[in-house]
Each structure stands twice: as C-alpha cells, then as structure tokens.
C-alpha cells in the first residue's frame, strides 16, 4: 500500500456535491456545435486522413447536418413581401369597389321612366305593305285583357317558376345561385347554354328596356329588378309577368296566348296546354306550336319533368300529360303571305329591336307574283298529290340582288304554320352539283373537259348512274345536264370535297356541309331561301347576295325607323366563270333534265335535284330577270312515288316564270349565249361510243330511256337520273 501512495503521487480527498458529479467530465472536440461564424475551409485545402491500417480505424457511420437556422434578414423580407401584398390588395379592391359604384350610378343615370311601370302600355299594331304600298298583313295584340292571378288555375304560373326561375320566392329580384350555376354550364358547354336571369329581370327587361345584348343593358336590367322587388310584392310581379311577356304570334300575355293557340281563355288551359305555354318564353318564333308543334311539344315534356322536380305536379301528372301532348287549334283561314308575314316578324328584333309603337314595314314582295305562286303550289298539289304522293310545297322567287318577290312556305297556312321556305332543311340531291362543277371550272377545267363516265369503286362504295348506263368519255357539260352521278363524284373527288364546300358557302350556304365524297350528290341538309340565294350570282355576273325582305320600317307618322343600305358588291364568282356555268346549266333545260323548263324568248338556266329514296323533288331555275327554287315533298320525309325534280317541280316553275316574265323587256343571262347557239347534247352524243351496259333495272323502266343501241347512244335524260345514285346508297330500292 505505501508503493501504491507513493505512486499515486499523495493522497486524494473524497469530494461531494456538484463539483464531484462534474469532476470527471472532459468535451471531445466532436461535442462541440459548430459555429456558423466560424471560418469555412475551402474543400480544396481539406486533405482526408488516411491511416496506416484500416483495422486501426473505427467505422463511423455518417451524422445528417443539422438544418441551418433561417437568416434573420430572410424573414424581415417575408414580412415586408406579405405586408405589401396585403396593402396592395386593399388598394386594389378599394378601387375596384369604387368602380363597381361608378358603374352602377351610370347604369342608373341611364335608365329609362320607371313611372311607365304604373300604366302599361298595349303592343303596337305592326302593318306589312308590298313593293306597291298594298296592304299584305297585319300584325298586332291578340284579343285578352289582364287576368288576375287568382283566377288562373294554380299550375299554370308554376309551371313559368318551374322552367323559368325555380327561385323565384327565395330571391331578392337577382339570384347568385343561379348566376353563378348558368356560369358553370356555359363553362361547361363551352356556349351560352343555360341563362341565369330571373323572372323580375324578365320582367324589367319587357317593360323598359330593349333586347339588345349588352353589359350596359343588363346591369339597368338588374337594377330595376331591385326596384320591383322593392316596390311590388311577389305575387304583383308574377301577375305582371305572365300578363306581359311575349308568347309569338302576335300573342302577348297567357290570355292572348291560350286565345291563339287553344282557342280558349287562360283560366280554362290544361296542365300540358301550361306546360307548352312557358315552354314558348324561351323562343317564342321558334317554338310556337302553330308553326313548330314537334319542337313546342319538346319544350312542353322538358316544362312538365321540371314541374314533377319541384313537386309542382306528381311524376303520374306529368307522364299522363307527355302521352297526350297538347295541339293548337287551327287559325280560321289565311293565304300564304303569311309565311312571309311571320318571317318578318322574326327579323323584327334585329332591325329595330322592341317595336314601341305602331310601323309600317314595306317589304320587296310582289301581291301578283305572290298570288301566282300560291296558285301554281296548290294547283299543282291539288291535281297530282295523290298520284305522287306528295303532300307538300314551297316556293322562293328573288332578284338577282337578293329582294324576295314571292314567297310559299307551304300548302295551307290554316293547317301549317312551319315555313318550308325558310326553316325546313332537306336534302338538295343534284341540286347542289352546280357548286362542284364551278369548283371545278375555277381550277382551271371548262365546259368541254371531258371525263370518264364509268363504275366507281371507293372503298366498297360503287356510285352508279340512274339507268346503270355508262357512256364513257363526256364533256362537264353533257354530265351536268344529264345529271350522270359517277362523273359529279369523280370531278368532286378531283377537286376536292372540302374547295367544294368552301365554294358552296362562298356564295352563300350557310348550313353545315360535311366535306366527303357524297357532298357531290348533295347529301348535306340546306334551306330552300339560301340555296335560291347561292344561285343568284350565276344570275348576276358573279356577285354575292343576301337574301331580304324588308326594305323600310316607319311610324305611322312617317318618322323613320330602318332603311335598307346597299350592299357593296362583292365578286365571289369571276365573271368569266360564271359565263361557263351559265352555258353549262342553260344545256339542261334545252336538252338535259329540265327540257319541260321553257321560257319563251328568255334565255334561262338552272339544275333539277332528287334525293334518296325521292324524298325530295327540286328545280332552281334563273333569268337575268327572277331566280326561282321550287320544292316538293312530304314533311314526314317520307319517300314520295318518284317525285323527281324534272316533273313536278319544273312544271311549278314554268307555270310561275311565265307568268312573272310577261311584260317584263327580255334580258339575257351574264355573257350567256342565246338558246340554240350552245350545241345540243344530241349532236355531242353522236359522236360518243357508249359501253356495253346492263339492262335498266325494272324497277325503273317506267320513267327511264329505253337502252341505247349501237347506232345511237345518246340516252334521253330520265327524270329521277340525278337522284338515282343517293337513292342506291342509302337504302333505295334495286
């Protein structure tokens, strides 16, 4: 023990408390927390260690660097960039709400007399006058006073909440739910397809303001609903409501309406006649069942569903009601002026917007034409109806600027109101090939380019001739006047099917036309008014038109209210084209599909057209004088009994070009020659060596050609030949 003290170095004291707990503790220097102030060595000058024997060397395993404290400067730029974000969002909103004011006291500082409110004015009297200053029709308020609420029966103003403005009781005048719902379905839909005001707007707008579509006009629209919400109870507004709004047909307020379409008061309307009522509100031209009862019984079920929603009615209600849908009562009588009579009042709106007081519009028809229009419609429908198996007809007669003389929607006014001139869209069948030949004509091609009439085969699709003729080599003239089909859908293909719709909405189709190979055939669905109006520039030397009917709208005071402007003419036919296509088209009314189309001393040209199946039979026929389209067919479109547009439809035209012609100074076509001059198809036929064909089918021998011999080839021109090919391919009869 004395070795051991002596090697110790002397003897230790014992120690207690904290100093004794801490007396044993030594720091490392990897203990120690690095200092973000010490000086960084550059990672060139660090050198690893290496020791001499890696079995000397413990393995250590990595330690993760601890996050480095944010700077402080750091966070003082964060609170200075938050602060001024927040203050510049307060500007910016201050201003925005001072705007917002502005804009609203404009609005307001523009609005018209609230005071007319308190006495409301009656619908104007609207008089439709001829070229001639003649009366042709008069439009105005429909017999029925005010009704009171409490008089109708309980679904009818439901049904206008139902369709119109489910919240109507919740609301303040505006509703920001259903803004902001008609917002999202229009995003959706990529369209205006859902409208968000509600019935007071409705209602404000109606009673002071006009249907112009603007930020400005809907903003006064909002105020003023707020002053009706203010000033009139819900049950005063509905009441104003359903006695001022619009319903078409001249019928303002529901007791007018029902008066019009049912023939009886408001008060006695059944669930379904209510539910077709405020299914008109939306588009009351468009939908009016005396002119529209397919599309006005749509609406109705769409009225009746939304009526079952709301608990308005019960779902056995409203199926009951969509089984048995409503009919309007047929009007007494009246001529066919009114077509035109309901056509102007449907261009109204955008002429003048809402008519305040009583006009007089003076439009470009023709009493006589009209008259002598009429006739060779009925006429002709009366003799051969039955026999065909046609039930209906429509007639455009127009300048070669576009003024409208004569216009037939349909066969009788009294028993249909749907405009065929203007609304329908049928099939044109060879109608349209005038637009593939002048496609062709301005790719460098003219009249006497021959090309090959013979089988077709595009992928399986075999386009064939009427009569399953080929006559080998033929001018574009000799195809366009015999209609043959193979050669149209060659020429098509050649040009291509989209230049081919590019020049049919060029010169003034506006309907969708569906660029493939049967466009040729004029498989594409148009109106009667834009294709006569896509023919007048042959008629004219080549310029653009847009059909019209309405020259001048005054008050009955003579102030004046609209004036046509004329149009700056627009060439979208070069005058040396449009001599071609003229020489081509006189070809088929001098030996071609339209031989019965004659003129006496009028040089005229023009193009026959069936559709598939028959279904529709057209001529649009033109001098330098009138361009005239005529049509036949049934509204079902059901096949007819080979109605083609060589028969009855040119045998209208002649009655009603004859008769429009006399007295009239002759005038020949633009750079036309004269009949007699272009030769025949019988002297070009002579010299064409047909192939060997199959026999005609027997379906059809009753109205084709008998077979052409080895002596002479040249077929006459049947008169279903230009529908015959759309007829084989969708579904026609071998």
């Not at 969509?322 to 002026?337: D, F």
């Amino acid at each position: 023990m004395a070795r051991g003290r002596k090697q110790g170095g002397g003897r230790k004291e014992p120690r207690f408390g904290l100093a004794a707990a801490m007396a044993d503790l030594r720091l490392d220097p990897k203990d120690r927390i690095p200092s973000d102030n010490a000086p960084k060595k550059s990672a060139a000058k660090k050198k690893p260690v290496e020791p001499d024997d890696e079995d000397d060397v413990p393995a250590r395993a990595p330690k993760a660097t601890p996050p480095k404290p944010k700077p402080a400067r750091a966070k003082s730029r964060w609170g200075m960039s938050v602060g001024r974000m927040f203050y510049w969002a307060l500007v910016c909103g201050l201003w925005g709400v001072i705007a917002l004011v502005g804009v609203v006291i404009w609005a307001g500082a523009h609005l018209p007399p609230i005071q007319s409110l308190e006495i409301p004015k009656r619908p104007p009297t609207i008089e439709i006058v001829g070229y001639d200053g003649s009366m042709l029709a008069q439009r105005g308020e429909m017999a029925g006073a005010n009704v009171a609420l409490k008089d109708l029966p309980p679904y009818l103003p439901k049904a206008f909440i139902a369709i119109e403005d489910r919240r109507f009781y919740q609301h303040f005048g505006i509703d920001p739910i259903g803004i902001a719902r008609a917002v999202v379905a229009n995003v959706l839909h990529r369209g205006v397809s859902q409208g968000g005001s509600t019935l007071t707007q409705q209602l404000a707008k109606n009673l002071f303001l006009t249907q112009e579509r603007t930020l400005a006009r809907k903003l006064q629209e909002a105020e003023l609903a707020l002053w009706l919400e203010r000033k009139y109870s819900k049950r005063e507004i509905l009441e104003l409501y359903l006695n001022r709004v619009y319903f078409g047909s001249g019928a303002y307020g529901v007791e007018a309406a029902a008066q019009r379409y049912f023939g009886k008061s408001a008060r006695q309307v059944t669930i379904g006649e209510a539910a077709m009522l405020a299914g008109l509100v939306k588009s009351p031209s468009r939908l009016a069942p005396n002119r529209n009862p397919e599309g006005a019984a749509k609406r109705a079920q769409t009225v009746l569903a939304a009526m079952a929603d709301a608990k308005f009615i019960t779902d056995a209600q409203a199926q009951a009601q969509i089984a048995h849908p409503s009919v309007a009562v047929k009007p007494a009588g009246a001529g066919t002026i009114n077509y035109v009579a309901d056509w102007i009042g449907e261009v109204l709106d955008d002429l003048v917007g809402q008519v305040e007081e009583s006009i007089v519009v003076e439009t470009t028809i023709d009493p006589k034409l009209q008259s002598v229009a009429e006739a060779a419609i009925i006429d002709e429908l009366a003799a051969k109806s039955v026999k065909f198996n046609v039930s209906q007809g429509a007639l455009v007669a127009m300048t070669p600027d576009g003024a409208v003389r004569a216009m037939v929607g349909g066969r009788n006014y009294a028993d249909s109101q749907f405009n065929r001139a203007v609304t329908a869209k049928r099939q044109p069948g060879s109608a349209f090939k005038p637009f593939v030949y002048l496609t062709a004509i301005e790719q460098g091609l003219t009249p006497d380019t021959v090309r090959q009439d013979a089988p077709l085969d595009l992928k399986g699709w075999k386009p064939e001739n009427y009569t399953r003729e080929y006559f080998g080599p033929v001018t574009l003239t000799q195809a366009l006047a015999m209609s043959l089909n193979t050669v149209a859908v060659r020429v098509g293909l050649e040009v291509g099917p989209k230049n081919v719709v590019r020049t049919a909405h060029r010169l003034g189709i506006a309907s969708r036309l569906d660029p493939n190979p049967s466009i040729a055939l004029g498989t594409s669905e148009v109106s009667m008014i834009e294709l006569v109006g896509a023919y007048a520039p042959f008629s004219n030397g080549g310029l653009a038109v847009s059909p019209h009917v309405v020259t001048r709208i005054r008050t009955l005071d003579g102030k004046l209210l609209y004036m046509r402007q004329t149009e700056q003419p627009v060439q979208v036919i070069e005058p040396r084209n449009a001599a071609m296509m003229n020489q081509m088209m006189q070809e088929t009314l001098i030996s071609g599909t339209a031989k019965k189309a004659e003129i006496p001393g009028w040089t005229a040209a023009g193009k026959t057209g069936t559709s598939q199946d028959f279904r529709d039979a057209w001529f649009i026929g033109y001098t330098a004088h009138l361009v005239t389209g005529v049509w036949l067919g049934n509204d079902d479109n059901s096949p007819t009994k080979k109605a083609t547009g060589g028969g009855l439809p040119v045998e209208v035209w002649t009655r009603f070009m004859r008769s429009a012609h006399q007295g009239v100074p002759v005038a020949a076509l633009p750079n036309a020659q004269s009949p007699g001059v272009v030769p025949t198809l019988a002297q070009i036929a002579s010299q064409i060596t047909a192939p060997t064909a199959p026999a005609p089918n027997a379906a059809y021998s009753a109205r084709s050609a008998p077979p052409p011999s080895r002596n002479n080839v040249r077929p006459e021109p049947a008169a279903g030949l230009d529908g015959w090919l759309v007829d084989r391919l969708f579904g026609g009869r071998r």
